[in-house]
């Protein structure tokens, strides 16, 4: 009986199995990881693609408002006797309907503008808000540099756990 304990036959195979289990196991593994590494790539690539969008809309926004602020000032320069913020505020009537803005008398008249973007996805919802300045240019050249970008912020709406599941706590 001892001289068939002591026998290896078989022994190989055994050791076959096993490395062959090994390999399945860490194969799997493998597979697993690569998957939840491409989730994530995707999320990934819509978080910047959703960035960029509101980003893009935001320059385009900042770009249309300095269009304005030009054709205000080429139009109180040709009428003197025209304020330049009325004429803004005109024009900025006829292009953005409902926009926020705020007259801020200091020892300058401004003009701020405040206007939000948002970006809703399966998920998530993204905000974009721009506060803008304007200042009143004296020349071609200021009217160039009258506006100012104050607040460039984007954000999202914090993350909430869904707790509606009701969890036994152990009380009868």
């Known amino acids: 009986m001892m001289a068939f304990l002591r026998s290896q036959k078989g022994s190989s195979t ?7 289990v090994v390999l399945v196991v860490f194969g799997l593994l493998s597979l697993t ?12 690539a819509q978080s910047h693609k959703d960035f ?4 893009s809309e935001g ?3 900042v770009s249309r408002i300095g269009y304005q602020v ?4 080429q139009r109180t320069e040709q009428n003197a006797h025209e304020d330049f913020f009325l004429a803004l505020n005109e024009l ?3 292009e953005f309907h409902g926009l926020r803005t705020e007259v801020l008398l200091e020892e300058q008249q401004r003009l701020r503008i405040y206007k ?3 970006l809703e996805n399966g998920r998530y919802t993204k905000y974009l808000n721009i506060t803008l300045e304007i200042t009143e240019p004296r020349s071609l050249k200021e009217a160039h540099d009258a506006l100012n970008i104050v ?9 909430e756990y869904n707790n509606t599941i009701d969890l036994w706590e152990g009380l009868p």
């Not at 055994?14 to 062959?20: E, K, M, R, S």
């Open 14 to 20: 055994i050791l076959i199995a096993l490395l062959l």
């Open 33 to 44: 990881t690569t998957a939840s590494e491409l989730k994530l790539a995707k999320r990934n």
């Open 52 to 55: 960029y969008a509101l980003d």
């Open 59 to 61: 320059v385009k926004f």
């Open 70 to 73: 030009n054709e205000a000032w």
């Open 92 to 94: 900025l009537e006829k």
């Open 116 to 118: 939000a973007f948002a």
């Open 151 to 159: 607040e460039w912020r984007l954000w999202q709406e914090p993350f």
